[in-house]
DNA sequence: TATTATCTACAACGCATGTTGTAATTTGCA
DNA sequence: TGCAAATTACAACATGCGTTGTAGATAATA
């Protein structure tokens, strides 16, 4: 890219768009920079983020290279709004799900761990593409997903921190153990291709059985 | 690159060096082209390999950029021997540490992990790398890379599956918990940014009182 | 010292890249 | 219909890229 100063959407903003004068809020400009973000995934998905080029994004979509700017910032802004498109409804999962309504701690751990991998299932490549390429997003914005990370994680640590009063985990290192866990969850996406004999709910089975060994004072 | 076909080193091939007649046993040309290995690890790990140019490389080491070429073939095969550099022992460590010949298997478990994070805590970044840039490497590169994964894998495997009917292990899915512990061993090196509050040592002991917890029949 | 093999300096090639500017066209609305 | 806003088409820019070729310098060998 041409040095400009980095000049990607900032992190909570709505990624004002790149049009001069238009608001953005016209349904088929949204529709039309939804439809950019989603192809241009498919593709760093496909060939990596530094490998496709705008012209790539332009033939995929239809649009001529230079109208895309017309949506977007910057092609750096593409890959945070793919990021933003799956990374932000993660966060959400606890207060969607009502977790903390659930009172035993057990049940509230099972239905976060399977919540999110229900819903990290559907974003298998995208997390990928996430590990691999986060780095390129300028600072600001990588701050924002690592603190996102960090909250789904403090969720469940939370969690583990309730149960082990109540005798029903034992835990020595929470904080370890919920960093562990948010990691595990991500097995399905970064090791794909040792995991193709397991459909995602045996997938699940399995990943619960895996933790619960690890977390509960009285497995079985 | 220009197209001009793969070209980077082929799987087991130690490389065959850049130069057109040089035979390249010399030290002095093996010990600069160690040294560009080197430099070029630091450099993609800093700033990633699609944003490291050649001429970044050339600054590094002092290697005019054209000479370069005189040491390696292409960017790609930097990339490649890099990894080979540290992926290549750390399939040996069964062997190296006679393993097969501990008779307990789960302190043959216990050995294999506490060599691996060992050995892979000198290697952290490199680690890092491998799972953010492998993906540019060639088709048949990248399975070599896979193959020597899957057999550290499957050497974990062997060792549970020897304990199972010995019933120091109670495993539901060895294939799935060896999956999970090889992935586990890169917890350290994915996720240091949370991790930077324990020790390498501290790290292995949590690590291990957590896998322990996962595959031991009576833990504690 | 003469000759060969190893290494270096330097310039250049050809191409693909992200991004910009602008004029034309279409659309939405009074 | 007429005007303004939204959208498109197209060409161009400036730059950085991996790689090559080659002529000269140095080191090793005889």
Redesign the pocket.
Known sequence: ??K?GRQAAACKCKSSCG?S???GT?A??QK?KSNIIKKAAKLFIKKGYAQ????DIAKATG?????L??FIK???EILYLIFDMFHKPEEEIFERFEINKIEDPVQQLKTMITELIGFGGNFRQEILLLYRESRVLPKENLKCIMARESHVISQIEGILKEGVPKKVFKIEDTSFTANMIMYELALYSMRHWNMTPYLKNEFIDLLWNHISKVVLSRPD
């Open positions: 890219m041409t400009k049009a004068k238009n608001t016209s088929v400009f039309r496709t080029s705008m012209r649009i001529d290279v230079g109208n700017y017309y910057s092609k750096e």
